[in-house]
């Protein structure tokens, strides 16, 4: 969906049920700026096919908005077809992980048949892993040509969550740091990350974006911003108040 006038997002793309997510692109005058890559290689093929027929010629860059499978799944795609792939130095994943990340989706198949086929194979085949081939350990200015992308680092709900804000649209792209609905997943860190997450939801919440494109759920516009922003914060802080993420038994 068109977000403003260079600001696009791509939601409800395939995630383990109950959880969607979420990716989108940034379109300038000579470069296209694709935030997050999807859980798989079918969500990248889409994420590029719309990215690339809407400024047709640009540089395709990528940027992953943190470590977690289900964002940066379609990377190797991308790779394969010559774009750079941005993300926070942290994101060094194995593929010993990543077929982990494999046998806990088809753990989470709920039909017993298909579990035993082994579906998860379908959902993720031709998926390969490939992880950021550009470091990006600070803040930083993304000209894609008459048009910024301010990256900021938004650590907290894992130490690589990265946010790109377009400030002359007035969009932002935070990634897991919010997610729409659904109960944030807290159990990546322990008080001190959560603690940290709160100081990234007030930088965030500093932007004052009409826009925020949040990692999972709907896209948020105008007062659902705030909301959305206070819903998680009210997650974190009942989590510090008990010492516990609400998703842990
Ligand atoms: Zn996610």
Redesign the pocket.
């Given at each position: 969906m068109q977000l403003s006038e260079h600001c696009w997002a791509v939601t409800g793309l395939a995630c383990t049920p109950p959880?969607t997510?979420n990716a989108g692109f940034i379109v300038g005058r000579h470069t296209t700026l694709v935030v997050d890559t999807g859980a798989n290689v079918l969500a990248a093929a889409t994420i590029h096919g719309y990215a690339s027929l809407a400024r047709p010629g640009n540089r395709l860059r990528v940027i992953d908005t943190?470590k977690?499978f289900?964002?940066i799944g379609g990377n190797a795609w991308f790779r394969e077809r010559g774009a750079d792939v941005f993300g926070h130095p942290g994101i060094v994943r194995t593929e010993e992980e990543f077929r982990a990340e494999i046998a806990e989706y088809n753990r989470a198949i709920p039909d017993a048949a298909r579990r035993a086929l082994g579906e998860a194979a379908v959902f993720y085949a031709g998926t390969s892993l490939a992880l950021p081939n550009q470091p990006v350990a600070a803040d930083t200015v993304f000209d894609l040509g008459d048009l910024e992308v301010h990256v900021l680092l938004t650590p907290g709900h894992t130490p690589t969550n990265l946010t790109a804000h377009v400030p002359a649209e007035s969009v932002v792209y935070c990634?897991?740091c919010t997610?729409n609905g659904y109960l944030p997943?807290l159990d990546c860190g322990a008080a001190p990350e959560w603690r940290q997450w709160l100081d990234s939801l007030d930088r965030i919440e500093r932007l004052a974006a009409a826009v925020v494109v949040p990692?999972?759920g709907p896209v948020a516009r105008g007062s659902e911003v705030r909301e959305l922003i206070e819903r998680v914060r009210g997650v974190l802080g009942e989590a510090l108040r008990t010492g516990a993420s609400p998703t842990q038994p």
């Open positions: 959880w997510v943190e977690h289900d964002h990634g897991d997610v997943n990692g999972h």
